[in-house]
């Protein structure tokens, strides 16, 4: 029994019609199939597409398309590829947004913060057998409004309650759509998470997210499943105020950090 995959990675390519419209992605491309097997245990490439024709495939790929979503552009190239190669028996594309930010008609500005994900498996006889949308390195700090107390506590146990604490995360966070062909905005569900984390009063990680989940599933009616992942950066104190102890000073934490994460479904 074998699996087979490969491809190309971080392609990027910047799409624009030369007027007023800019779509930037990084793309990466994996091809499965048993036609690939011969390469591996004979050296026999005659049915190898080379990952540099893959990344061509990518670019012309794009030129030609036509919408704004990643997950229109993960199934356009995806489906360019099935057409092209008839002894592809599936492939998956993802690709994360290179946002930019409009500053005027002709004018974008380039931004290195959170970035949408668009993520698709397509057969050749069975169509598409998964796809996958998201929000990847979201960073939020709550400078209170948030607590860790009353957890299991032992003999091991260094870590103080804490019944109101600045909270630090690093969120990712995936869902998959009932129809694939109309995704949620991206910017959208962002949003509406940062608006959680700001007005929820959490006990937990775990609370913050499960929260987070429960009320993007009530405005998304489109959305099947919500998945987090969220890392614990909260920041080690430096200095504490004698006059006000709510004063302080933080320093970036040493690794490890604390990861939480949860799946929920319709």
């Known amino acids: 029994m074998t699996t ?12 624009t019609d030369g007027v007023s419209r800019l779509l930037g992605a990084e793309v990466s491309v994996d091809v499965y199939g048993e036609n690939f097997l011969p390469a591996y245990t004979e050296g026999n490439n005659s049915m190898v597409v080379p990952t540099d024709t893959m990344k061509n495939v990518v670019h012309l ?4 398309y036509e919408g704004d979503t990643l997950e229109g552009l993960v199934d356009h190239v995806a489906r360019r590829f099935l057409d092209s190669y008839e002894h592809l028996e599936r492939i998956r594309l993802h690709a994360r947004e290179l946002p930019f930010a409009r500053r005027s008609e002709v004018l974008f500005q380039r931004l290195r913060d959170d970035a949408g994900v668009a993520e698709v498996t397509l057969d ?6 998964d796809h996958r949308s998201g929000r990847e390195g979201l960073n939020l700090i709550k400078i209170t409004g948030s607590s860790f107390a009353r957890f299991r ?10 019944v109101d604490r600045p909270l630090f995360v690093h969120l990712d966070c995936w869902w998959r759509h009932a ?11 962002r949003d ?17 997210v499960y929260e987070m989940g429960q009320r993007a599933l009530s405005r998304f009616d489109g959305l099947t499943e919500i998945e987090f992942l969220a890392e614990n950066r909260l920041w080690d104190t430096a200095q504490v105020s004698e006059a006000d102890d709510r004063v302080k000073v933080y320093t970036d934490p040493r690794p490890p950090y604390g990861e939480i994460a949860l799946t929920l479904r319709r």
């Open 4 to 15: 087979i995959r490969y491809g190309k990675a971080a392609v990027s390519l910047y799409r």
């Open 61 to 64: 790929a794009a030129l030609d």
């Open 124 to 129: 050749r006889h069975e169509g598409m057998v």
């Open 153 to 162: 506590s032992d003999e091991f146990t260094t870590l103080p309650e804490m």
């Open 179 to 189: 129809d694939a062909s109309t995704p949620a905005a991206s910017e959208a569900v």
């Open 192 to 208: 509406l998470l940062v608006a959680t984390f700001d007005d929820f009063n959490s006990k937990s990680i775990q609370h913050l």
